[in-house]
């Protein structure tokens, strides 16, 4: 028997789509049942309060959660998101409802004995629900109390060596595409790169030392599988600087209809026959395709690694051999001065394992030294881009100016020259001019 009536969620349990209100239902039964015999460190009823709080917000089209919250760890600034229940007599159960951010693995592989064993704790400690994953990547704990926070942290950490994700002000939990774990698109390790990094980074992920939040994600190619290029402070795309590999049989058995375009994505519509002038050719964004007396040419030199053609007929074009990643910086959500994807920073650099990623480490501290300094109070480093100037970025960054970090050069004209490459510098006597010109 349900502790609130539900009529409103009730709705959402119909329908094709797996209900959330559904199984936030069978999580209360199991608590009610428990069959385990445990002894709930929360109270048992939370699931339902949190359908009956939630119920609330459907009637009355307003949230019930009270203005933000600050719990959290010892030792670490961040890491769970504190939030208490405007109705705290009517739903106990979600007087206090913390969320803790549990850190992912990357490409956020599991085997069933650690997600069992997550679930042990949560269980126990927590509400039984989570949210798999937070837009970030973090393992989400969703609801618990105060008092349960060191206990879980314990836990995590003695028992599964398992750590917490970022929150606030500082490096928040990198997140990396599948990559080269099972895609061959993958121009480098993205998982790796991730993981040293987000190794490396550990006090700049659990202390909050910036002017605001920075992210990191890591896409081993231009299809951007974890957006990076949107959701991510630092963006690292993997891509190639030598030839697209081309297998000629490969590509006369997707013109001869043997191979599927795009792998069979479109199947479920007839498309007519794969036309490789029409479907790649014609496509290209450079143009730098040709298809003549059934060969296919790419001019490697004008192409500008879209994917198109690879993602079209991936079993008989591949990326290159000399593969590194371009990295782009200052993604960001609108609030205050506008949304933005990254701009380009570095157009090419090798990602070696072999020297422990020592050169995106020292590109990424020199731009953290320079934002850490300059950026001002909650202002993301795109917006410390746009207030003290790419050039400033650039220079900051330690990497030489490229034509390839403009999509077109300013049409104002309004330049800022350095003094020192002025000649005569700006220190000028409007005697010396009144000599020359009368007044
Ligand atoms: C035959 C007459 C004129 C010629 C050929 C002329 C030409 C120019 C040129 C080439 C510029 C520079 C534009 C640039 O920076 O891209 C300029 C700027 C300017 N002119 Fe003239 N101009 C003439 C008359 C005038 C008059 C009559 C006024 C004011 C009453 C005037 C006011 C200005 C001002 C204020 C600027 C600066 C604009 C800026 O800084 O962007 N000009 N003019
Ligand atoms: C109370 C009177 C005025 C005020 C408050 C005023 C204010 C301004 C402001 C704020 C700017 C923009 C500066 C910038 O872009 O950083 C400007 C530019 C300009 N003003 Fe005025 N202005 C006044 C009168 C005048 C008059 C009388 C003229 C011409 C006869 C004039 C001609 C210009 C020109 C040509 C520019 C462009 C300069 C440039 O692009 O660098 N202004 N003014
Ligand atoms: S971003 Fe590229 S390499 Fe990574 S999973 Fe997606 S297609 Fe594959
Ligand atoms: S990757 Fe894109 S730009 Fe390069 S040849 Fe293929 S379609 Fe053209």
């Not at 329908?15 to 002894?39: C, H, M, T, Y």
């Not at 048992?44 to 719990?71: A, F, N």
């Amino acid at each position: 028997m349900a502790k609130h009536k539900t009529p409103l969620l009730d709705q959402l349990e119909s329908g094709p789509w797996p209900s959330f209100v559904s199984d936030i239902k069978q999580e209360a039964a199991s608590r009610a049942k428990n069959e385990k015999g445990l002894d709930y460190q929360i109270p048992v009823d939370c699931p339902e309060d949190l359908l009956g709080v939630l119920e609330m917000s459907y009637t009355d089209g307003e949230t019930h959660w009270k203005h933000g919250g600050i719990v959290g760890v010892f030792g670490y600034g961040g890491g769970v998101i504190g939030r208490y229940c405007d109705q705290p007599e009517m739903f106990p159960g979600v007087a206090h409802f913390h969320t803790i951010r549990v850190a992912q693995p990357n490409g956020k592989w599991y085997s069933t004995k650690l997600l069992g064993d997550l679930m042990d704790i949560w269980e126990l400690r927590g509400s039984g629900l989570t949210n798999m994953h937070g837009a970030t990547g973090d393992i989400v704990f969703l609801g618990t109390s105060t008092p349960q926070l060191e206990e879980i942290f314990f836990e995590l950490t003695h028992n599964l060596d398992i750590d917490l994700g970022g929150s606030g002000s500082n490096l928040r939990t990198p997140a990396a595409c599948m990559g080269m774990s099972r895609c061959e698109y993958a121009c480098y390790d993205s998982q790796e790169l991730c993981y040293n990094l987000t190794m490396e980074y550990q006090d700049e992920l659990h202390r909050p030392a910036f002017p605001y939040k920075f992210k990191f994600k890591f896409d081993a190619c231009p299809n951007g599988c974890v957006a990076a290029i949107a959701r991510s402070d630092l963006s690292f795309i993997g891509t190639w600087k030598d030839d697209i590999k081309v297998n000629q049989e490969a590509v006369a058995a997707y013109v001869g209809g043997e191979f599927p375009p795009n792998a069979g994505a479109h199947a479920d519509r007839d498309w007519g026959p794969f036309d490789i002038q029409k479907e790649v050719v014609d496509l290209c964004p450079s143009k730098c395709i040709s298809y003549e007396d059934g060969k296919l040419t790419i001019d490697n030199k004008e192409c500008v690694r879209c994917m198109h053609c690879i993602n079209t007929m991936p079993r008989a074009l591949k990326v290159g051999d000399e593969r590194g990643c371009s990295i782009l910086c200052g993604a960001k959500a609108p609030i205050l001065d506008g949304p933005q994807m990254g701009s380009l920073l570095v157009p090419f650099m090798e990602v070696n394992k072999d020297d422990d990623y020592q050169s995106i480490k020292d590109l990424i501290e020199n731009v953290w030294d320079w934002w850490m300094e300059e950026g001002k109070n909650r202002e993301r480093v795109g917006e410390t881009m746009k207030r003290l100037g790419m050039a400033a970025l650039v220079h900051a960054a330690g990497v030489p100016f490229d034509a390839r970090q403009v999509q077109e050069p300013r049409h104002n004209p309004y330049i800022f020259w350095k003094a020192d490459d002025v000649k005569g510098g700006w220190d000028r006597d409007i005697n010396d001019f009144r000599k020359r010109h009368q007044r």
